[in-house]
Nanobody, 115 residues
Framework: QVQLVESGGGLVQPGGSLRLSCVAS????????MNWHRQTPGKEREFVGS???????TYSDSVQGRFTISRDNAKNTVYLQMNSLKPEDTAVYYC?????????WGQGTQVTVSS
């Protein structure tokens, strides 16, 4: 079955960096776009960015220039490199893919930006 497992979250000071990973299994990873979203309590899940099967990336305005998405098809893994982190980046981060009109989500990893 489809599985997405995120890791790499934690506590970081403002201005710091973190790299999140999402290991995928159960589907043809190299053929599908992969997305990152985030969510804070009481708010809707927010799109962060995506990477196509060909490696083309798009980002939300709030993270453009600070976050970078990459993928390693040999490892079935997608990454989210987060630099210049701000307190407002604090959230649970989820990776996601869509296949046959069905959305699949990981369990999420908590990122907390605080001094």
């Amino acid at each position: 079955q489809v599985q997405l497992v995120e890791s790499g979250g934690g506590l970081v000071q403002p201005g710091g960096s973190l790299r999140l990973s999402c290991v995928a299994s159960g589907f043809p990873f190299s053929l599908l776009a992969m997305n990152w979203h985030r969510q804070t309590p009481g708010k809707e899940r927010e799109f962060v960015g995506s990477i196509s099967s060909r490696g083309n990336t798009t980002y939300s305005d709030s993270v453009q220039g600070r976050f970078t998405i990459s993928r390693d098809n040999a490892k079935n893994t997608v990454y989210l490199q987060m630099n210049s982190l701000k307190p407002e980046d604090t959230a649970v981060y989820y990776c996601n893919t869509k296949m046959f009109q069905h959305n699949y989500w990981g369990q999420g990893t908590q990122v907390t930006v605080s001094s």
